[in-house]
């Protein structure tokens, strides 16, 4: 299972509401494995595989 997150910072003066900085947006990519059980429809997860990639 794959999924990607998009995380994005905006930067704003407390009194004045005003941009201070730049937007900053991140991307992270989160890999796991999954077993699922094709009997029951059941999924188990692999706790030792969890990979993440900021790239």
């Known amino acids: ?8 910072v905006n930067y ?3 009194q004045t509401k005003a941009v ?4 900053v947006t ?10 699922v059980d094709k009997v029951s429809g059941s999924d ?3 706790f030792n595989d969890l990979v993440v990639s900021t790239s």
Do not use: G, H, P, S
């Open 1 to 8: 299972m794959t999924q990607t997150i998009t995380r994005t």
């Open 12 to 14: 704003y003066d407390k």
């Open 20 to 23: 201070v900085a730049k937007q």
């Open 26 to 35: 991140e991307q992270v990519t989160y890999n796991r494995t999954a077993i």
């Open 44 to 46: 188990y997860w692999l």
